[in-house]
């Protein structure tokens, strides 16, 4: 079933014009919405589904610098600023608290990784601290008596709502002006001459010189139309939500789960790591220069296949813009959890923290992390067509640096002097021969 979501209401009417249109209503088109609306510049945000129906309200909800690829520090530091910033100017919780996060393990391959991290953690001032042993156990106890041989506690870094989050953002930007449309699919570009002049939805034409591609696991199969690469890959994964429990800390890490506490004392419960790559016409497409990663993670990840090679984000095919699209055709994309996932879930948890698997599970989900070649987001111009940008591929960690890729991807649209280097996130690297090193993740 989808996860809790807080359904937000749509503006009737189409504009027929606006300064910018954003296609895609997760955390990162909500939020260069607002920060574009915030400008007092017209926006428009379309959405096929509702805001937030995809992965934006289906992940862990952690806003964390812990164990980033340096290339994204810069970033989720941005970020992790602009949630609590955020709550303020909109008005309304988004359910951010910097609770901490707390990292514990057995394997001293992996506490050896933490502790060479440090050095990073130092360069982009993340206060982090290794703890011993007797330190990660009292942090994180564990009732089948198993023997921690150390952890971390970032002790900055927290959590936010997923459910709440991106339709809240999405608020704050109507208020600025921006309108927002859902059940509205776009279908494609209008282009002349090379240069984008309007986006074509269900709904009708709406005429603009610069569009932001923010459609998460739909991005590449939108942009592939308009002749426009960007190698991706959705990873589908399984989530789990328990009811109220006793308070264990805001966000705990093991090899075995993760967990968040969620603002009414239930938890959201996954694997770190595990996941299944299902092979698509897609995933067949950019097989090679997403083998690097593949065999870096080939113990975590499942290769499967399933309804995905024929319907979805990843098929193959075109469609004409005069008729309806296969964004019309998946409203919402929801995977159905991975049964033995969440068995597997909760035999864990139950080892792990008893008082937590007694609450019991009441809703159980699946999603698709939409992951690029290096796991490091494409927030870019397109090259090949004048005024469409794209803001995509966050590879798991979107959702945390939402706030901070919309200022990004706002300044990047606009020609403004960018908030933080955007040259990690060119979309040209997949082409341009640079070498594609695997991020954290």
């Given at each position: ?147 921690w041989l150390g952890g971390v ?232 067509i004048g005024g469409v940008f ?52």
């Amino acid at each position: 079933m989808s996860p809790l979501i807080h359904h937000i209401s749509s503006d009737e009417t189409l504009p027929t014009s606006s300064d910018v249109v954003i296609i895609g209503g997760g955390i990162v088109g909500a939020s260069a919405a607002y920060f574009w609306a915030r400008r007092g510049l017209s926006v428009a945000l379309v959405e096929k589904g509702y805001v937030g129906c995809e992965q934006s309200s289906r992940n862990w909800g952690w806003c964390r610098r812990q164990n980033r690829d340096e290339r994204e520090l810069p970033l989720a530091n941005l970020a992790l600023r602009l949630w609590e910033e955020l709550t303020v100017e909109i008005g309304h919780d988004l359910g951010f608290r910097r609770c901490g996060l707390l990292y514990a393990t057995a394997d001293p391959k992996q506490l050896g990784e933490w502790e060479r991290w440090r050095e990073v953690a130092r360069r982009f001032d993340v206060n982090t601290r290794m703890l011993t042993a007797s330190e990660a156990a009292a942090a994180v106890p564990a009732a089948d008596g198993r023997k921690w041989l150390g952890g971390v506690h970032a002790v900055d870094d927290g959590k936010a709502e997923p459910w709440l989050a991106a339709p809240r953002i999405a608020e704050g930007a109507r208020k600025h002006g921006a309108t927002i449309h859902q059940n509205c699919a776009a279908r494609g570009l209008d282009i002349t001459n090379r240069q984008v002049s309007g986006v074509v939805t269900e709904k009708g034409l709406i005429r603009t010189n610069r569009v932001l591609c923010a459609a998460g696991a739909w991005a590449s199969a939108f942009l592939r139309v308009h002749a426009v690469c960007l190698p991706q890959a959705s990873v589908r994964q399984t989530a789990l939500r328990t009811g109220p429990a006793p308070d264990f800390g805001g966000a705990i890490y093991t090899s075995d789960c993760a967990l968040t506490r969620r603002i009414d004392g239930s938890y959201t419960i996954a694997v770190s790591g595990r996941a299944t790559l299902e092979l698509t016409p897609q995933s067949i497409r950019y097989a090679r220069p997403f083998l690097p990663m593949f065999l870096k993670r080939r113990k975590a990840v499942e290769i499967g296949i399933g309804r995905s090679f024929f319907e979805g984000p990843e098929t193959l095919g075109r469609w004409r813009l005069d008729r309806p699209t296969p964004f019309e055709r998946i409203r919402v994309l929801d995977p159905a959890p991975d049964i033995r996932m969440t068995a597997a879930i909760m035999a864990r948890i139950r080892a792990l923290l008893p008082a937590v698997a007694e609450a019991g599970v009441t809703s159980a989900w699946g999603g698709y992390v939409d992951s690029t070649p290096d796991a490091i987001p494409a927030i870019s111009p397109v090259d090949s067509i004048g005024g469409v940008f794209v803001a995509a591929g966050c590879s798991g960690h979107g959702f945390g640096a939402g706030p901070g890729i919309g200022p990004l991807a706002a300044d990047l649209v606009g020609g403004d002097t960018a908030i933080v280097d955007p040259t990690p996130f060119r979309l040209s690297r997949f082409r341009d021969r640079s070498k594609i090193e695997v991020g954290a993740i």
